[in-house]
């Protein structure tokens, strides 16, 4: 059965510290990997994706990594911000899969705090 | 990126009335669409997925009848929800997509739907 799942469950840091979030999967055959980062009340919005030949991406303060040996994904947030605050979801895309490609984790929940 | 729009926002509604969802792909053509349902502290879960054209392909468990989904356009989908009732309460999320099933989906702002 395709799964995602995505650890820690919710996460509190300190305003200027890095966090680190993971997911691992069982999708397959594997397609691409992407990060979203959801605040509360608002749709997904994309940080990352990576397919199976990418180990790394970063866009910005957010640097996404994927071990597709081991199925395995981080993202990892540096200087965090208060505006970080949300739920970032791990999805990952099952290659030709008929109508549900898309396998969703639960997210992680992130409080950043002052 | 491609943005998505959602209209309205949120609605709150009485149980036994329907209501309309529009989803709109504002800077492309959107092949196809997707909705999804979202409740507090869980994934999104796929209710159905739409091609302009033709007849929406619903996910097993949701009630074709009851959630209408019309993809009239490349740029406009809508989802209606006939007869809600409270259980129906629920963050509707639609996506876009302007190639196959495994292209990049774009996600809407999302509709939070309150029946009492």
């Known amino acids: 059965k395709n799964q995602v799942e995505q650890s820690p469950q919710s996460l509190i840091i300190l305003e200027g510290k890095n966090c680190t979030l993971q997911?691992?999967?069982?999708?397959?055959?594997?397609?691409?990997l992407r990060w979203y980062k959801q605040d509360t009340g608002r749709g997904p919005v994309s940080l990352t994706i990576m397919t199976f030949s990418e180990n790394t991406k970063s866009n910005g303060r957010y640097t996404a990594t994927l071990d597709a040996d081991t199925k395995q994904s981080s993202l990892h947030i540096t200087a965090s911000q208060l505006s970080d605050s949300a739920s970032y979801i791990c999805?990952?895309?099952?290659?030709?899969?008929?109508?549900?490609?898309?396998?969703f984790g639960k997210g992680t929940r992130l409080s950043v705090i002052a | 990126g491609a943005v998505v729009s959602q209209h309205p926002s949120r609605v709150i509604c009485k149980s036994g009335t329907s209501v309309k969802i529009e989803c709109r792909s504002l800077?492309?053509?959107?092949?196809?669409m997707f909705w999804y349902r979202q409740f507090p502290k869980q994934s999104l879960m796929l209710m159905a997925t739409s091609n302009e054209g033709s007849k929406a392909t619903y996910e097993q468990g949701v009630e074709k009848d009851k959630f209408l989904i019309n993809h009239a356009s490349l740029t406009l989908s809508t989802l209606t929800v006939t007869s809600a009732h409270p259980e129906d309460s629920s963050f509707y999320i639609c996506s876009a997509s302007s190639g196959g099933l495994s292209e990049t989906q774009y996600f809407g702002p999302g509709t939070r739907l309150l029946v009492l």
């Open positions: 997911c691992n999967y069982t999708v397959s055959p594997f397609s691409n």
């Open positions: 800077d492309f053509q959107a092949t196809t």
């Open positions: 999805v990952v895309t099952a290659w030709n899969s008929g109508n549900t490609p898309l396998v």
